[in-house]
């Protein structure tokens, strides 16, 4: 399988992080998996650019629904010594933790979910924070997702089991498919509820009206 293993998309610059920003202790950042850093950033990100300020976000009913599929991070943790065995591995690599960052940065007060539901967990996320808005049960919720291959044992298991192409390439629905390509992605979108307030009129593109 070994055609099936050499293609892959990659984001630039994961290990990149800026931990001073968001409070976060430089040995504490060094624990924490890349995942978590991007929808960290990914997701203040999003709510800047719903003209939405740090300030005015703390207490708010806004709600973080995150996308999560892979925690191979976790592994290389457990054989990173002394990192692996400080105090702060046992929030690094978790589900739990990768949507909960945002929220107890900003002191947010919304729901706040990981979603695990292998190639689907965006979707799932985004689907989730649509109806906490329809329901009433925040104002604004941030929907986001990522994915990082971070072990190369996930693309030879799926290698092995024919699901990755051999081109590269995704031929959804075509006679040329022969399975799919893997890649990293990380994005944040923030979904605003007819009770939303706004400190501005105009929204950036991140913000979508319920």
Same mark, same amino acid.
């Given at each position: 399988?070994?055609?099936?293993? @050499?293609?892959?998309?990659?984001?630039?610059?994961?290990?990149?992080?800026?931990?001073?920003?968001?409070?976060?202790?430089?040995?504490?950042?060094?624990?924490?998996?890349?995942?978590?850093?991007?929808?960290?950033?990914?997701?203040?990100?999003?709510?800047?650019?719903?003209?939405?300020?740090?300030?005015?976000?703390?207490?708010?009913?806004?709600?973080?629904?995150?996308?999560? #599929?892979?925690?191979?991070?976790?592994?290389?943790?457990?054989?990173?010594?002394?990192?692996?065995?400080?105090?702060?591995?046992?929030?690094?690599?978790?589900?739990?933790?990768?949507?909960? @960052?945002?929220?107890?940065?900003?002191?947010?007060?919304?729901?706040?979910?990981?979603?695990?539901?292998?190639?689907?967990?965006?979707?799932? +996320?985004?689907?989730?924070?649509?109806?906490?808005?329809?329901?009433?049960?925040?104002?604004?919720?941030? +929907?986001?997702?990522?994915?990082? #291959?971070?072990?190369?044992?996930?693309?030879?298991?799926?290698?092995?089991?024919? #699901?990755?192409?051999?081109?590269?390439?995704?031929?959804?629905?075509?006679?040329?498919?022969?399975?799919?390509?893997?890649?990293?992605?990380?994005?944040?979108?923030?979904? #605003?509820?007819?009770?939303?307030?706004?400190?501005?009129?105009?929204?950036?593109?991140?913000?979508?009206?319920?």
């Amino acid at each position: 399988h070994g055609r099936r293993v @050499r293609h892959g998309g990659f984001t630039r610059g994961v290990q990149l992080f800026g931990a001073s920003k968001f409070g976060i202790l430089p040995a504490e950042a060094k624990s924490m998996d890349p995942q978590q850093r991007l929808l960290l950033e990914h997701g203040y990100g999003a709510l800047h650019a719903a003209s939405l300020s740090s300030g005015a976000l703390d207490g708010s009913l806004v709600g973080v629904f995150a996308g999560v #599929m892979a925690f191979e991070f976790a592994a290389m943790l457990l054989s990173s010594l002394p990192i692996g065995g400080s105090a702060y591995a046992a929030t690094g690599s978790e589900a739990s933790i990768a949507s909960g @960052r945002l929220s107890y940065v900003l002191g947010l007060h919304g729901p706040c979910v990981s979603y695990d539901t292998a190639c689907s967990a965006a979707l799932v +996320a985004s689907h989730a924070a649509l109806r906490a808005l329809q329901l009433a049960e925040c104002t604004t919720g941030v +929907a986001s997702g990522v994915n990082l #291959m971070l072990m190369p044992h996930g693309a030879s298991s799926l290698a092995a089991a024919g #699901m990755t192409s051999e081109r590269g390439r995704c031929h959804t629905f075509d006679t040329l498919a022969d399975g799919y390509a893997r890649s990293e992605a990380c994005a944040a979108a923030t979904l #605003m509820g007819p009770q939303a307030v706004r400190r501005d009129a105009h929204l950036g593109s991140a913000a979508v009206r319920q």
